[in-house]
C-alpha cells in the first residue's frame, strides 16, 4: 500500500472522530467512557455494561503496579487508563488522533482527579513520538484497524516497548478462510482494502522476534456488540437524528448492518492478542 494511502486512511479516520456527529454518536450509543467492543452475559446485555469487561480480562493478563509505563495506542475517551491508573495506579500515556475525543479524554481524567497519571497526546501510532524502549506496556482496543500499514504500527511497538514489556490489544479482523472481496461494504465504510486476522498478527510478531504470542478468540461477542449498538441506534433514533443528523444516523444503522451480516455469516473475528519482547532475537 502507498504512502499516500496510508496517509489517507488515516487522516479519514482522524477527520471522521473529530466531527461532532461521531462525537456525539459514540458517547452516546457506544459505550460512553469505553468506545470498543464488549463482553455481552446476554444478548440483550446493555453495552454500557458490557464494555468495562474486556479491559478488566485483558488487565488481569498483565502485571502492573504503580512503576508501570503504559502506553494506550488509539485510547478514545480513556476508559480503560482510567480504570488502569485506578485500579494498579499505574502511569499512562493515551495516545490518539482525535483532537475532539482527546479533549473529552482530558476532560473526564481531572473530573475523576487523575491527570497527575493520565497524559493525553494527540498522534499517529504509525509514527509513535516516543523514543525506544519507553514503555513496560503498549495497551490498544479496536483501533490498529484504521490503519492502512498494521506492519509500521507493530514494528513501532516493538520499538518503544522495553526488554520483556508486553503488547496487548484488540481489533476487529476477519477469519482467515474470509472469501475475497466479501467484506466489501464493511471495508469501504472505514476506507480500507483489508482487515488483520489472528493469523496475520502472530506472523507480524514472528517477523519481529516475538515467539511469545497468546490469542483468545472472543469473536461470538463482536456480532453481539454491533446488533446491540444497532439496536439502541434504532430505538433512540429520533433523539439521535437530532443530534447527529438523519443522513448520518442512516448511514450509521446501514454500516452496522453489513457488520453484523458478515459477524453471523463467519467472515470476522475479534479477540485479545497478548505478545511478550522476552523472546526477541
Same mark, same amino acid.
Given at each position: 500500500?502507498?504512502?499516500?494511502?496510508?496517509?489517507?486512511?488515516?487522516?479519514?479516520?482522524?477527520?471522521?472522530?473529530?466531527?461532532?456527529?461521531?462525537?456525539?454518536?459514540?458517547?452516546?450509543?457506544?459505550?460512553?467512557?469505553?468506545?470498543?467492543?464488549?463482553?455481552?452475559?446476554?444478548?440483550?446485555?446493555?453495552?454500557?455494561?458490557?464494555?468495562?469487561?474486556?479491559?478488566?480480562?485483558?488487565?488481569?493478563?498483565?502485571?502492573?503496579?504503580?512503576?508501570?509505563?503504559? @502506553?494506550?495506542?488509539?485510547?478514545? !475517551?480513556?476508559?480503560? +487508563? %482510567?480504570? &488502569?491508573?485506578?485500579?494498579?495506579?499505574?502511569? =499512562?500515556?493515551?495516545?490518539?488522533?482525535?483532537?475532539?475525543?482527546?479533549?473529552?479524554?482530558?476532560?473526564?481524567?481531572?473530573?475523576?482527579?487523575?491527570?497527575?497519571?493520565?497524559?493525553?497526546?494527540?498522534?499517529?501510532?504509525?509514527?509513535?513520538?516516543?523514543?525506544?524502549?519507553?514503555?513496560?506496556?503498549?495497551?490498544?482496543?479496536?483501533?490498529?484497524?484504521?490503519?492502512?500499514?498494521?506492519?509500521?504500527?507493530?514494528?513501532?511497538?516493538?520499538?518503544?516497548?522495553?526488554?520483556?514489556?508486553?503488547?496487548?490489544?484488540?481489533?476487529?479482523?476477519?477469519?482467515?478462510?474470509?472469501?475475497?472481496?466479501?467484506?466489501?461494504?464493511?471495508?469501504?465504510?472505514?476506507?480500507?482494502?483489508? @482487515?488483520?486476522?489472528?493469523?496475520? !498478527?502472530?506472523?507480524? +510478531? %514472528?517477523? &519481529?522476534?516475538?515467539?511469545?504470542?497468546?490469542? =483468545?478468540?472472543?469473536?461470538?461477542?463482536?456480532?453481539?456488540?454491533?446488533?446491540?449498538?444497532?439496536?439502541?441506534?434504532?430505538?433512540?433514533?429520533?433523539?439521535?437524528?437530532?443530534?447527529?443528523?438523519?443522513?448520518?444516523?442512516?448511514?450509521?444503522?446501514?454500516?452496522?448492518?453489513?457488520?453484523?451480516?458478515?459477524?453471523?455469516?463467519?467472515?470476522?473475528?475479534?479477540?485479545?492478542?497478548?505478545?511478550?519482547?522476552?523472546?526477541?532475537?
Amino acid at each position: 500500500m502507498s504512502t499516500a494511502t496510508e496517509k489517507t486512511t488515516v487522516d479519514k479516520a482522524q477527520d471522521y472522530y473529530n466531527s461532532t456527529p461521531a462525537d456525539e454518536f459514540y458517547f452516546k450509543i457506544w459505550g460512553g467512557e469505553h468506545i470498543h467492543v464488549g463482553i455481552y452475559k446476554h444478548s440483550k446485555e446493555s453495552i454500557r455494561d458490557a464494555s468495562p469487561r474486556i479491559v478488566h480480562l485483558m488487565a488481569s493478563k498483565l502485571k502492573l503496579d504503580s512503576d508501570t509505563k503504559l @502506553l494506550d495506542l488509539g485510547s478514545g !475517551y480513556g476508559g480503560a +487508563a %482510567r480504570y &488502569l491508573t485506578k485500579k494498579y495506579g499505574c502511569q =499512562v500515556t493515551c495516545l490518539n488522533l482525535s483532537e475532539t475525543q482527546n479533549e473529552r479524554n482530558e476532560s473526564l481524567n481531572k473530573k475523576n482527579r487523575l491527570d497527575n497519571l493520565i497524559t493525553v497526546m494527540e498522534g499517529n501510532f504509525e509514527d509513535i513520538p516516543f523514543s525506544d524502549n519507553s514503555f513496560d506496556v503498549v495497551w490498544s482496543q479496536d483501533a490498529i484497524v484504521h490503519s492502512g500499514n498494521r506492519e509500521q504500527v507493530l514494528s513501532e511497538v516493538n520499538r518503544v516497548l522495553v526488554e520483556n514489556g508486553d503488547f496487548i490489544f484488540t481489533d476487529l479482523m476477519q477469519t482467515y478462510d474470509c472469501p475475497k472481496n466479501i467484506l466489501k461494504p464493511v471495508l469501504e465504510r472505514i476506507h480500507l482494502d483489508s @482487515l488483520g486476522s489472528f493469523g496475520f !498478527y502472530v506472523e507480524q +510478531a %514472528r517477523k &519481529l522476534g516475538i515467539q511469545k504470542a497468546e490469542v =483468545v478468540d472472543l469473536s461470538g461477542h463482536l456480532t453481539t456488540h454491533y446488533q446491540r449498538v444497532m439496536e439502541e441506534t434504532r430505538k433512540r433514533y429520533d433523539e439521535m437524528v437530532e443530534i447527529c443528523g438523519k443522513e448520518y444516523i442512516d448511514k450509521m444503522i446501514q454500516g452496522l448492518k453489513h457488520w453484523v451480516e458478515a459477524g453471523k455469516n463467519d467472515h470476522l473475528s475479534w479477540g485479545i492478542i497478548h505478545m511478550n519482547k522476552c523472546d526477541i532475537s
